[in-house]
């Protein structure tokens, strides 16, 4: 049954109350892979005129998954994909994990669709005009993983409630919408914050992404703080070897995972 909907709270806050029996029985019957740093080369900054071989590019890389970043011009100011775009990442490269987020107003309306193309991992944001409990209930149905994005100003505890219904969170490091930001260090304490609430209440399997102007330097800043999944846009496609620069932040991230939260 549906948790009875909060009137007057911010789309962010909604959430559910349900015993710590029941959240602990949700959690095991979804159990994640165990965790390590993964780089997600994001397709929003390949170059449009060779798509395909952009797509052959990430997967000769080394990487873990392709993002892809799905706008709506409305939730964000900007217009970027649909399903066509994960199907054609399919049928060019089927090994190759396809991730997406969704940055649209409603998306309990278009998951489905994308999951319909192939897509693996399908993201959501806690901030969305939609029953966000419902919505990450009926991804997992689905069969793919489910995850909850957090825009920069959002606290880490709009999280807490979705945690037993997701296997990641994402925390933008940028305003969404464009890629080539600059990357907000504020975001990094909540980062902390929620790697830490997570490993003190049985969640120590939750995967956290960062995505918004990461390179070498703020990778390394999000993995001491908890972060243990990476999307880079514009600093891996401008590599003229990605997979160097792939292995290569792997490697620091690895080094420097947790140390801030020990």
Not at 25 to 48: C, E, G, H, N
Not at 207 to 235: H, K, L, P
């Amino acid at each position: 049954m549906a948790p009875p909907k909060a009137r007057f709270r911010p789309s962010w806050a909604r959430g559910i109350i349900f015993p710590a029996a029941f959240a602990l029985k949700v959690r095991f019957l979804y159990t994640v892979a165990p965790m390590k740093v993964q780089i997600l080369p994001s397709l929003l900054a390949a170059d449009y005129g060779r798509l395909a071989d952009e797509i052959r590019r990430v997967a000769a890389s080394g990487s873990d998954a392709l993002h892809l970043d799905i706008m709506d011009a409305h939730f964000v100011p900007n217009l970027s994909f649909g399903p066509d775009m994960v199907a054609l990442s399919k049928k060019v490269c089927p090994p190759l994990y396809r991730h997406v987020h969704l940055m649209v107003t409603r998306p309990d309306l278009y998951a489905g669709r994308f999951v319909d193309a192939g897509a693996q991992t399908v993201q959501i944001h806690v901030e969305a005009d939609c029953d966000v409990w419902a919505c990450l209930r009926a991804i997992r149905a689905r069969g793919v993983r489910s995850g909850l994005v957090l825009r920069p100003q959002t606290p880490a505890a709009a999280a807490f409630p979705y945690l037993p219904f997701c296997d990641e969170v994402l925390f933008m490091t940028v305003n969404p919408g464009y890629g080539g930001q600059s990357f907000m260090g504020e975001v990094l304490p909540k980062i902390r914050e929620l790697r830490l609430y997570a490993d003190g209440r049985g969640f120590g399997g939750l995967d956290i992404m960062v995505d918004g102007g990461i390179n070498f330097e703020t990778a390394v800043q999000c993995a001491a703080n908890g972060t243990n999944q990476f999307v880079a846009g514009s600093f891996l496609f401008k590599q003229s070897d990605m997979g160097a620069a792939v292995a290569q932040m792997r490697e620091r991230c690895e080094r420097a995972y947790g140390t801030n939260t020990r």
